[in-house]
């Protein structure tokens, strides 16, 4: 199949028909650029709204932008489904000659540093449809997909064990070959009880002096929105704060980069707009001094940038703002929040008691000697891993 060309169409339907979302019925793979994004944008939103897994990273306010921005030499296609004319599921993915140093030629789903998910987002009932077809592609093109590799896909999630259930019925070795864990706040407790069994009353008693002393030195107030209203002032207050920090110092703030800005501020805008955001600041007299931006991909969350002025240190302002972000717990929209932030996080791990698997997984894929070779070493890296258990 040629670059940006369609993939052979799953048996949805006897004959593709026009679909409402711009695309005939079927599975299609194709170059970002070839595709009528905007014309995708309600049925990308419906989806967003009905996916078995959510995953704020891959919906449109978030995936445009950052094809846009960190897809200059035009890399990366979309993997679609559509029946009845909508968009049952996407996934960016990517065809990679390197993996892990060495020439193994791949199917890979799509990230970047800033994408913390990377599970498809599939409409429920679509899951299995959607690997069968995408695996089948991976097949078709034997001379460039030794296997499949996905990154960052949650372990105990309907769209992971249907690639696994597909694999299976089709006599495709599945090997996963990186696990990690990472923060997760789950309802089922109040914000109270919550930081009651997190924190021992020794540790609760130091932020509560804490906070008292913060509160010597001015008025402190939180502020949470979900609205578009002051979101340029934020976003600006946001970046500035960051480059004070550390981050700003080795380089590595968004502000630091010019991609990473204008991910930062066009992803945020875009989630405001439709209601998908969460602003939650820690301000002394009104000038902020922690941060927390949150996408809101119900029934989840992510969080997904946070910053603190680290002259106010030692009253531990990124923890008394997650302390307000326990809020959380009271929506009863929202089952759960993902941390996205590394395993064993300093911070963070103190107040989130529960933990989220993280897998990296290699499906066996492609034709002949090649797809033994990519068998071969999807076995030896999940060995690898588990010496390193």
């Known amino acids: 199949m040629h670059r940006g060309g369609l993939a052979q169409a799953s048996k949805l339907g006897a004959m593709p028909r026009a679909a409402s979302c711009g695309l005939p019925d079927g599975f299609h793979?194709?170059?970002?650029?070839?595709?009528?994004?905007?014309?995708?944008?309600?049925?990308?939103?419906?989806?967003?709204?009905?996916?078995?897994?959510?995953?704020?990273?891959?919906?449109?306010?978030?995936?445009?932008?950052?094809?846009?921005?960190?897809?200059?030499?035009?890399?990366?296609?979309?993997?679609?489904?559509?029946?009845?004319?909508?968009?049952?599921?996407?996934?960016?993915?990517?065809?990679?000659?390197?993996?892990?140093?060495?020439?193994?030629p791949h199917r890979a789903n799509w990230l970047h540093a800033n994408m913390f998910c990377g599970v498809p987002l599939v409409e429920a009932g679509y899951e299995e449809t959607f690997w069968t077809a995408y695996l089948a592609t991976c097949d078709q093109q034997a001379g460039s997909s030794w296997f499949a590799h996905f990154s960052r896909l949650p372990a105990d999630c309907a769209v992971t064990r249907a690639l696994e259930k597909v694999s299976l019925s089709q006599h495709r070795q599945m090997q996963i070959v990186h696990r990690e864990s990472r923060a997760v706040l789950n309802r089922g407790s109040t914000p109270e009880t919550h930081l009651a069994q997190a924190m021992t009353p020794k540790v609760r008693k130091e932020l509560r002096r804490q906070r008292r002393r913060l509160e010597e030195l001015g008025t402190v107030?939180?502020?949470?929105?979900?609205?578009?209203?002051?979101?340029?002032?934020?976003?600006?207050?946001?970046?500035?704060?960051?480059?004070?920090?550390?981050?700003?110092?080795?380089?590595?703030?968004?502000?630091?980069?010019?991609?990473?800005?204008?991910?930062?501020?066009?992803?945020?805008?875009?989630?405001?707009?439709?209601?998908?955001?969460?602003r939650l600041s820690l301000t002394l007299d009104g000038t902020p001094i922690a941060m927390l931006a949150t996408f809101l991909a119900h029934p989840g969350s992510f969080?997904?940038?946070?910053?603190?002025?680290?002259?106010?240190?030692?009253?531990?302002?990124?923890?008394?703002?997650?302390?307000?972000?326990?809020?959380?717990?009271?929506?009863?929209?929202?089952?759960?929040?993902?941390?996205?932030?590394?395993?064993?996080?300093?911070?963070?791990?103190?107040?989130?008691?529960?933990?989220?698997?993280?897998?990296?997984?290699?499906?066996?894929?492609?034709?002949?000697?090649?797809?033994?070779?990519?068998?071969?070493?999807a076995r030896i890296e999940a060995w690898r891993m588990e010496q390193r258990r």
């Open 29 to 104: 793979l194709l170059d970002w650029r070839k595709v009528d994004l905007d014309g995708l944008q309600a049925s990308w939103r419906r989806l967003g709204d009905h996916a078995l897994a959510p995953n704020a990273f891959f919906e449109a306010g978030f995936l445009v932008p950052s094809l846009s921005i960190f897809d200059p030499e035009e890399e990366v296609s979309l993997a679609l489904l559509v029946e009845g004319g909508q968009l049952r599921a996407v996934m960016p993915c990517t065809s990679r000659s390197v993996y892990h140093g060495r020439r193994l």
């Open 221 to 278: 107030e939180i502020a949470r929105s979900r609205s578009q209203e002051g979101l340029q002032r934020w976003i600006e207050d946001f970046l500035l704060l960051e480059t004070k920090g550390w981050k700003g110092d080795s380089g590595s703030s968004l502000a630091s980069d010019t991609h990473t800005t204008a991910l930062f501020i066009q992803s945020l805008t875009r989630a405001a707009e439709l209601g998908r955001l969460e």
């Open 303 to 377: 969080s997904f940038k946070t910053a603190f002025d680290e002259n106010y240190a030692r009253y531990s302002p990124g923890m008394q703002l997650q302390i307000e972000n326990l809020a959380l717990l009271d929506d009863p929209d929202l089952a759960w929040c993902d941390s996205c932030a590394a395993e064993g996080h300093p911070m963070i791990e103190r107040i989130w008691r529960d933990k989220r698997e993280m897998v990296s997984i290699t499906v066996e894929a492609g034709s002949g000697w090649r797809r033994q070779i990519g068998k071969l070493w």
